[in-house]
Nanobody
Framework: QVQLVESGGGLVQAGGSLRLSCVAS????????MGWYLQAPGKQRELVAT?????VRNYAGSVKGRFTISRDNAMVSLQMNSLKPEDTAVYYC??????????????WGQGTQVTVSS
């Protein structure tokens, strides 16, 4: 019953900016950590940024100083500045959620394509 709905992906020129947003909805008791992961073709899904319910942020080294993660309750956003072609990937919203059964579980969005042209 939980779903994560993403928006904001698209095509942008190198050096440009995008803002990704994700909203969690459904049968939610509480949300611990939310974040963003990326997956490039032929590679493992990897961390971009996370933020805890207390506001503690963690970033991949490759995006520090360029990306900013923020959160407002069940919404998480990723401001992406100074984009590079190597940022091109499918970006997935992530949330660790306690739902109806009171067990924390990972939930994933459908993914949104980010393409940075050179």
């Amino acid at each position: 019953q939980v779903q994560l709905v993403e928006s904001g992906g698209g095509l942008v020129q190198a050096g440009g900016s995008l803002r990704l947003s994700c909203v969690a909805s459904g049968s939610i008791f509480s949300i611990d950590t939310m974040g963003w992961y990326l997956q490039a073709p032929g590679k493992q899904r990897e961390l971009v940024a996370t933020i805890t319910s207390g506001g503690v942020r963690n970033y991949a080294g490759s995006v520090k100083g360029r990306f900013t993660i923020s959160r407002d309750n069940a919404m998480v956003s990723l401001q992406m500045n100074s984009l590079k072609p190597e940022d091109t990937a499918v970006y997935y919203c992530y949330a660790k959620i306690i739902s109806s059964g009171n067990y924390p579980r990972p939930f994933w969005g459908q993914g949104t394509q980010v393409t940075v042209s050179s």
